[in-house]
């Protein structure tokens, strides 16, 4: 079993009154490859800063 890295549970990021993230759960094991796609706005690189503790 590999170790987890990431575990999130009810990630909520709102800027100026519009929820940018709205993750209910989220784990991220060690040698896990993941990959973020959307459109814009959709919180991609909000959850990004969130997981690098920015």
Same mark, same amino acid.
């Given at each position: 079993?590999?170790?987890?890295? =990431?575990e999130?549970?009810? !990630?909520?990021?709102? =800027?100026?009154?519009?929820t940018?993230?709205?993750l209910?759960? !989220? ?6 490859? !993941?990959?973020?796609?959307?459109p814009n706005?959709?919180g991609?690189?909000? !959850? ?7």
């Amino acid at each position: 079993m590999n170790a987890l890295l =990431y575990e999130g549970r009810d !990630l909520v990021q709102v =800027y100026g009154g519009r929820t940018a993230l709205n993750l209910p759960r !989220l784990e991220v094991t060690k040698g896990e490859t !993941l990959a973020l796609t959307g459109p814009n706005g959709c919180g991609k690189s909000t !959850l990004l800063r969130l997981l690098a503790f920015l």
